[in-house]
């Protein structure tokens, strides 16, 4: 079975740009898999940050931004805010109405 | 406004059938390219897509789970209804539904409302 894998952790400085990455096990993530991007607080449920690669949902601010990089989907954040440290998840589309979730990058911001 | 509330029992025995619903408001389940997914988040541990329902009635359900689960709607009830049988203690976990949008071309959707999730305890 195929696994998404993230970063476990990471952390950025107040004002600092972060990119998290979004792999497969085994291939690339292209376009093709319309990677999305979700960020959870402790005791909250998610939020959809990103779609479609880099397409951001309504009320996102534009220091965050999607891409693919290399053989992976990314997820920027630029200018880093306190509350911006969170959990994230990527989601991957599989085919055949299949999406799996990444294990989720944890940032802290200090 | 688009909510989604989910409920259900909070403590399911081994062995058992959950059955959880998603109630939702602010959009009908007859929207066109909309739908709703239920995910799952053991505690501690990251989230995991479990099925969804789109509003032409197509649904799909996760490889690792599929024999498990039922997924349906009631459009005229706004709920959405998932059923997981064979309930074990590693499916505790917390269970969202969320809205999506789609399918788009080759299928893809995406998550863009969520419910605030209904914790459901398995142990005897």
């Known amino acids: 079975q195929t696994v998404v894998t993230q970063e476990p952790s990471f952390s950025v400085s107040p004002g600092g740009t972060v990119t998290f990455t979004c792999g497969l096990s085994?291939?690339?993530?292209?376009?093709?898999?319309?990677p999305s991007w979700y960020h959870q607080t402790p005791g909250q449920a998610p939020r959809t940050l990103i779609y479609?690669?880099?397409t951001r949902s309504s009320g996102v601010p534009d220091r965050f931004s999607g891409s693919i990089f290399g053989n992976k989907a990314a997820l920027t954040i630029t200018g880093a805010q306190a509350d911006d440290e969170s959990d994230y998840y990527c989601?991957?589309?599989?085919?055949?109405?299949?999406?799996?979730f990444g294990g989720g990058t944890k940032l802290t911001v200090l | 406004q688009v909510t989604l509330k989910e409920s259900g029992p909070v403590l399911v025995k081994p062995t058992e059938t959950l059955t959880l619903t998603c109630t939702v408001s602010?959009?009908?389940?007859?929207?066109?390219?909309?739908?709703v997914s239920w995910i799952r988040q053991p505690p501690g541990q990251a989230l995991e897509w479990l099925a969804h329902?789109?509003?032409?009635?197509?649904?799909s359900y996760s490889t690792s789970l599929k024999s498990r689960l039922t997924i349906s709607k009631d459009t005229s009830k706004s709920q959405v209804v998932l059923t997981m049988t064979n309930m074990d203690p590693v499916d505790t976990a917390t269970y969202y539904c969320?809205?999506?949008?789609?399918?788009?071309?080759?299928?893809?959707?995406?998550?863009?409302?969520w419910g605030q999730g209904t914790l459901v305890t398995v142990s005897s």
């Open positions: 969320a809205r999506i949008r789609g399918p788009y071309s080759d299928g893809w959707y995406y998550f863009d409302y």
């Open positions: 329902i789109f509003s032409n009635d197509e649904k």
């Open positions: 479609n690669t880099n």
């Open positions: 989601v991957l589309y599989m085919g055949s109405g299949v999406s799996v």
């Open positions: 085994s291939g690339s993530v292209s376009i093709s898999y319309y």
């Open positions: 602010g959009f009908s389940l007859s929207s066109a390219r909309m739908g």
